[in-house]
């Protein structure tokens, strides 16, 4: 048997002592006089009787041999409060798992109708993965209550799919009243039962807020059942690049393409205010994206996901003389995914983008050569934005990357660095910091490493003295640390007393 499961070894016995003298005396005296500071910790243990020789210890000098014998209690201490944490632990998780269901089970009871309809509206209305999707037929057969919940919230039917019965479909239309309707089709590729499906949902077109448009196919068919006023439709997803002159769509503002673009020259880009674009290889030229992305004057929301994006020779140089002026337009968010070796591109694409301030920046790059990330064509500085994120699973040095961009941009306040192969700091010997650049780092409000496996302790603590202490006028300097494998919680801790508030971590 275990001897943690069995009876307590004389060690463990001495330990659990040490502890409860030490929280009888905590209960007694307050947290503070318990804990006595380093000056203290001699008279307050000889006035428990516990600073007298111990045949286990070797005669030390005073106040050594007090001292030491105040480390060993303290592990002690340590050691019975871990193990009775260890045991606490295990019967907290025993004691949940059995009674989880029954808490779940008692909780929903308790619940009014209109807050479970509520819950049963949020999980419909989040954008889950194909495979983990929000059912409301499944939720209407968990039970009657469950059902008649169902059936009275109209919001639950209104997402309907092409693979849909002719009976199913009915049914939906009928429970989800006026509202609007989010039509999931897929198309000829999802085999023959696109043209039945969209016969049927015809007369209903005039509530449609969100469709895809897989093909040609598609879009003749649609056209020809006159299904091309669409004046409630907001979010189209488009993976061919169909003719959509014919179509009415004056309330779209969300545009999903993938591998296409809609064409720069139509009335629908000065709408858009969310686009999201998927590009790969030679699909889409530099150029081309350059110009459609001008043409979104009022864009809110900007993702580009980039694989092995080439620039066709022939197009080159591109013509900047029209474009917006540099930073001039305000949007909330730009995200980047570079996949590849796409430097040339991406420094093209970076002229393009010149032009915007996002509230927040964010670029995810999956490359080899990474010296690029932060430049476009002229050698300029690219984010501007008061919050940058950088997602890098490939070697950088993330100290020349904070350097560079807090050179660049006067008004970031917030980075973040998630990459699981940033040099250690320690080895950043190729361009020393200055007391400019620490200056400037000091600025920053929030600084945030992410899963940064090769920052060694010695990195991160002298990175600390520097970032932290020479704290500017606002005095909001936070550095974070999360997963990063290299660096112990005792490490943390330690540094935590001497900068306070200032250090946060995750392990």
């Known amino acids: 048997m275990d001897k943690k ?55 030390y000098p005073e106040p050594l041999a007090t001292h030491r014998k105040a480390i060993a209690d303290a592990r002690a201490c340590l050691e019975a409060l871990n193990i009775t944490r260890e045991r606490l632990k295990r019967r907290l998780r025993a004691l949940r798992r059995v009674s989880m269901p029954l808490v779940l089970k008692d909780g929903i009871k308790r619940l009014p109708d209109d807050v479970l309809a509520t819950i049963f509206e949020i999980g419909h209305s989040m954008r889950l993965s194909d495979d983990l999707i929000f059912s409301c037929t499944h939720v209407s057969h968990v039970c009657r209550r469950f059902r008649q919940i169902s059936l009275q919230t109209p919001t639950l039917w209104t997402r ?12 939906f239309i009928s429970r989800s009243g006026q509202l609007d309707l989010d039509v999931k089709l897929h198309g000829s590729i999802g085999g023959s039962k696109f043209e039945p499906f969209l016969m049927g949902m015809k007369r209903t077109s005039h509530r449609w807020t969100s469709i895809c448009i897989p093909d040609e196919k598609t879009k003749t068919y649609m056209t020809g059942l006159g299904i091309t006023d669409l004046p409630r439709l907001r979010h189209l997803i488009y993976t061919y690049p169909a003719d959509l002159s014919t179509f009415s769509m004056p309330r779209l503002s969300q545009f999903e393409g993938y591998g296409s673009l809609l064409p720069a020259g139509r009335g629908f880009l000065p709408q858009l205010t969310h686009v999201e674009l998927h590009l790969w290889r030679d699909g889409v030229g530099v150029a081309e994206l350059a110009n459609t992305l001008h043409g979104m004057r009022n864009i809110r929301d900007l993702s580009l996901n980039l694989l092995h994006c080439t620039v066709d020779n022939e197009s080159l140089p591109m013509d900047s003389t029209a474009f917006p002026k540099p930073r001039s337009v305000h949007i909330d968010r730009l995200s980047i995914s570079i996949v590849g070796e796409m430097r040339q591109y991406s420094a093209l694409l970076f002229d393009a983008l010149m032009h915007l301030t996002p509230s927040t920046f964010k670029l995810s790059m999956n490359s080899e050569n990474t010296d690029f990330l932060l430049f476009n064509s002229k050698f300029q500085i690219f984010p501007y934005s008061p919050i940058v994120k950088f997602h890098i699973p490939t070697r950088i040095e993330a100290m020349g990357i904070l350097q560079d961009l807090m050179k660049g941009c006067d008004i970031v306040r917030t980075i973040e660095f998630d990459t699981s192969k940033a040099v250690d700091p320690v080895r950043f010997r190729t361009r020393l910091l200055r007391d400019d650049d620490w200056e400037r780092i000091r600025s920053l409000d929030h600084l945030r490493f992410i899963n940064c496996d090769e920052f060694s302790e010695i990195a991160v603590g002298a990175f600390a003295n520097k970032f932290l202490r020479g704290k500017t006028k606002t005095g909001l300097q936070c550095l974070e640390l999360i997963s990063c494998k290299k660096i112990s919680e005792d490490f943390l801790l330690e540094l935590k007393d001497e900068f306070g508030d200032s250090l946060k971590w995750t392990l």
């Open 5 to 59: 499961d069995g009876i307590l070894t004389p060690l463990e016995m001495y330990g659990l002592d040490r502890l409860l003298q030490l929280l009888t005396r905590a209960k007694a005296t307050g947290w503070s006089d318990a804990f006595a500071s380093q000056a203290d910790v001699s008279g307050a243990l000889k006035s428990e009787g516990l600073g007298e020789s111990n045949e286990s210890f070797l005669p």
């Open 160 to 171: 309907i799919h092409q693979t849909y019965g002719e009976g199913q479909i009915r049914e």
